[in-house]
């Protein structure tokens, strides 16, 4: 069945550092592919999506690009903040419902 | 703004209680979820819904139940609650379209301790 892996977390790193979390899925076809971000206290909000192989998400200052060859849905920024601390979550659109990879929880050090 | 409104934040209840989580959309979206999430194992399907008194399975829909009277209004029930039902509940909504569910919006979660 469909599947995402994340890289485990947590992540920490310092103010202004690159950023990467890997995403990796098993899905028949070619989905659409999501990252949605959880800030402390609440729930999940949209970071960005892709729908078709090559295409290219962005949103915040974060990109990712659906690469079909090694299906895989990385998510980078070249500068974190301190506000960018949260839980990410990757994701990719089943036939009826989305399929959540486990979560990685990213903390930015001033 | 859309709005995914989950009634309670916080709740405690003892084992064998009858629990109700109440989630409520005003965007007039067809399709609603029910997930719990644990740390590690990230977010897990228990129950959806695709219309008005319509329900599915998830992956994880055992010792649990659903209603969906209205549209706007989406209820996990918790029929004898047990401590591994301890967890964040996370309700969300999407818009139907030819490609499957589409962009969730989630509510805020609801954090269930079970004694």
């Known amino acids: 069945g469909d599947s995402v892996t994340q890289m485990e977390g947590p992540v920490t790193l310092s103010e202004e550092a690159f950023l990467t979390i890997n995403c990796t899925y098993t899905?028949?076809?070619?989905?659409?592919l999501f990252w949605y971000v959880q800030y402390p206290g609440e729930g999940l909000q949209l970071l960005l999506k892709?729908?078709?192989?090559?295409d290219k998400g962005s949103n915040k200052g974060f990109e990712a690009t659906y690469r079909k060859e090694t299906t895989s849905f990385h998510l980078e920024k070249g500068s974190v903040q301190v506000s960018d601390s949260a839980v990410y979550f990757c994701?990719?659109?089943?036939?009826?419902?989305?399929?959540f990879g486990q979560g990685t929880r990213l903390t930015i050090n001033p | 703004d859309v709005k995914v409104t989950q009634s309670s934040r916080y709740l405690v209840k003892r084992t064998g209680e009858k629990v109700f989580l109440e989630c409520v959309q005003d965007?007039?979206?067809?399709?609603m979820f029910w997930y719990r999430q644990d740390p590690g194992l990230g977010l897990r399907l228990i129950y959806f819904?695709?219309?008005?008194?319509?329900?599915e399975k998830g992956d994880i829909p055992e010792g649990y139940s659903v209603s969906r009277e209205k549209k706007e209004r989406f209820s996990l029930i918790l029929e004898s609650a047990s401590t591994n039902q301890t967890s964040m509940y996370l309700c969300a909504s999407s818009v139907s379209s030819g490609r499957g569910t589409g962009e969730l919006f989630f509510g805020e979660g609801s954090r269930l301790t079970v004694l």
């Open positions: 899905a028949t076809g070619y989905p659409s």
């Open positions: 892709a729908t078709k192989a090559d």
């Open positions: 819904s695709y219309d008005v008194k319509m329900k």
């Open positions: 965007m007039d979206h067809e399709n």
């Open positions: 994701a990719l659109q089943g036939a009826q419902k989305l399929v």
